[in-house]
């Protein structure tokens, strides 16, 4: 059975991330743990010691209230952070997800992920509070994909039904490892598969496709080659409209992270501009 991690933390994308993981429940018969993550750093408490600015002079009672205010923030977090997690549960519920847990830690959410077990990752591209320009890429959600080695599932701000899927497949380690997913554990709806490459036609690249393409017919879906030379964010992209696909499937980072800080990353370039989900592979 497949174990499903769905981070949810009250934003504009936590009814989306249970949609998402509500559909990848249904596609492998999986179970879902809903994870909340209250983080160390939560912007715009208080400091938690205020001791050196306060002066020899100040009431103890100041610094009994500050521990108070502290105490209180952390109980409102926990009971919010309850009642994320009951209403995404009711959510699951109602499109018959079973097996469903409920998890709160605290930490930072990278860190936390690494740390537990789940064969697949759901979360929203962005958090709560983050700047909803649509360049703006979600802090977390970079850590999480380049430290996770554990494929990501990355929410639309909506979750719309997956009936076409456009792969991205170059031939790396990563989408190597995500076509042996799609094929050895076929998704139970068995979507339309457009295998797209980045070069020209009768090229190497185009080769790997077509083997690619052959492979997920054997595993039951409807596949189809595409090869086109340009640009991959931008090819990518116009493939995807043209397609009407309705999830992007890619291997996530196939350079080393100094690498992709100089020259640039397709993956984090998807990330941004893709206005549909994205299921990652490392």
Known sequence: MTHI?????????????????AWVARQYAGDVE??????Q??????????????????????LEDLADHDAAAARLAKERGRAILDAAQDRLEEQGVTGISLALRHGEIAETLTKRAGDLIVMG???EGADFDKLHLGANLERVVRSVNRPVLVASRA?????????????????????????????????KMVV??????????AAAADAATRRLSAAGYEAETRVRPGHAEK???????????????????GHSRIRSMII???????????????????
Do not use: Q
């Not at 750093?41 to 010691?49: H, W």
């Not at 997956?162 to 709806?189: E, Q, W, Y």
């Open 264 to 282: 640039g990353s397709t993956t984090t370039s998807m990330i941004r501009s893709c206005r549909i989900p994205l299921l990652l592979f490392r």
């Open 5 to 21: 991690l769905a981070l949810i933390d009250g934003s504009i994308y936590t009814h989306s991330v249970c949609d998402h993981a």
């Open 41 to 62: 750093k939560k912007a715009g408490s208080l400091p938690s010691d205020l001791s050196g600015a306060i002066g020899l002079g100040a009431r103890s009672a100041l």
């Open 159 to 191: 979750f719309k039904p997956i009936r076409t899927v456009i792969f991205a497949f170059d031939d790396g380690i990563s989408a190597r490892k995500a076509l042996d997913g799609l094929t050895g554990k076929p998704l139970a709806d068995r979507p």
């Open 34 to 39: 809903l994870l909340h993550v209250l983080s």
């Open 235 to 253: 090819v990518i992209a116009e493939e995807a409209a043209a397609t009407g696909s309705d999830l992007l499937i890619m291997g996530a980072y």
């Open 196 to 205: 797209l490459t980045i070069g020209a036609e009768g090229s190497e690249h």
């Open 125 to 127: 591209k962005r958090g």
